[in-house]
């Protein structure tokens, strides 16, 4: 076998670690060596994110502290993670999406003069200030990136009309796909609960000061119907008392992070899904889950085309509206519960570690 330099990922937070496991794997499978490095950015969640796929990191670099802005983050992680690859250089550099790791992963290692592949990369709202920082961080790593791994068509037009050269980009699709097909694998058949379940998540920081209290006052008066129940599990990132309200609502059960597998049976058994997350969007279009986008747009077109999503922005009326009419209205909740395969098919990891490895393996093989 030929010996080939090591693949450095780097990973800060738990949807990193969720959308770079099946990559780890798939990686492994070809026999490439492979150094997990988390950033510390989701101290614990991340560790637990990797898990259940039997995958430990390689190294913590502990970053964060209590109060820290985004911008003494990204110089402590930029500096730490200079310091790993100068230690030891690997062949490429592996960074996910749009977080503040990400980007300090693609600058350390762009001055370094070592590779940069981006999975996830191409995805655009066209508005920096949202979500932000996210919409910053992935244009900027896409300047930085060699290699770009785009999840869909859409994100890939999206990277052309930047300039990046199409031999410079893989239409993959989104890995978080692979990671749930797996976990789905792998849980137990879940027993039938007497109310509807409504799956709901928060965390976008443009969304904590103004939109929570809307959002959060909606899904009180949602679980005041008696016919459903609201789960919410808490993001550690948002602080404890913006979730007050819900704490002492009614058929609303407020619950800390829950691990991967966990959530994805909550998914699956879910009759709607309320969210600000990015990655829930995705996973819901997959298994054909409606849901509710409160957010004023989203990235991922590809799941309003599939109609499994619909934005209704974080006005408590405009939420209350299209909640009610999927909870009453039979018809309307069957046209949207199609399961969609625009975001992925459950290869794309497959997908990445083969060009990788094909990349690796062209830069030794000697010039004819
Ligand atoms: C702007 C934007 O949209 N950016 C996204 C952002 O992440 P996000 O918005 O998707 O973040 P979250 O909502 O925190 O995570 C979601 C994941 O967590 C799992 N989950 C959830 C609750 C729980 O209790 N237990 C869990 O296991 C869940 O199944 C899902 O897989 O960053 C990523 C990284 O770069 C990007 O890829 C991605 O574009």
Known sequence: MVSVGA???????RPEAIKLAPVVLA????????????????PEMATEALAPFGIEADVNLDLMRPG???????????????????CKQPAWVIVQGDTTSALAGAIAARQLGIPVAHVEAGLRSFDLSQPYPEELNRTLIAQLATL???????????????????????????????????????????????????????????NRETAFPEIISALVE???????????????????DMYAPLKTAPNVRLVPPMPYPDFVAALA????????????????SALGIPTLVVRALTERPEVIEAGTAIIVDTAKSGILTAATRLLDDDTAHRSMANASTRIGDGKAAERIARRLYDELHAARRPAA
């Open 7 to 13: 693949m450095k990922i780097v990973i800060g937070t």
């Open 27 to 42: 990686l492994r499978a070809l026999h490439l060596p492979v150094r997990v490095c988390l950033t510390g950015q989701h």
């Open 68 to 86: 820290q802005s985004l911008a003494e983050l990204t110089q402590r992680a930029v500096d730490a993670l200079t310091l790993r690859l100068t």
């Open 148 to 206: 770009h791994f785009a999840p869909t068509p859409g994100a890939e037009a999206n990277l052309r009309a930047e300039g990046v050269p199409g031999k410079a980009i893989e239409v993959t699709g989104n890995t978080v796909v692979d990671a749930l097909h797996r976990t789905l694998q792998t849980l137990p058949a879940a027993p039938r609960s007497k109310r509807r379940l409504v799956l709901a998540t928060l965390h976008r920081r443009e």
């Open 222 to 240: 949602i679980a005041a119907r008696r016919d459903v129940e609201v789960l919410l599990p808490r993001h550690p990132g948002c602080p404890p």
């Open 269 to 284: 058994a879910a009759h709607l899904i309320i969210t600000d997350s990015g990655g829930i969007q995705e996973e819901a």
